[in-house]
């Protein structure tokens, strides 16, 4: 309450290496979740993997989590796009 009080949250610090060795592993650890849930984009899944999302947001910076969230869409996407393009190279290869 006053200026001493003992309850102060920690906030995570991006220099650290500690600290964002804990955002990497509970940000791994939500994404596989997600995987096991078949969701792409995070924040689609519900409550399948609130537990593990909470810490994700605890341990991890706000930018870094709008990047991860951003980067982990963009990347399905890419694999789609690359599989679609090994489709139309090996149907052309076959005339």
Known sequence: MGWFSGSKTETPDPTSRKDRQRCWDTRDAYFACLDAANVVKP?????ACAETKKTYEQNCAKS???????????????QGVLAQAQIQAQSARTR
């Open 64 to 78: 870094w989590i709008d990047y991860f969230n951003k980067r982990r869409v963009l990347a399905e996407q890419q």
């Open 43 to 47: 924040g689609d899944e519900g409550n």
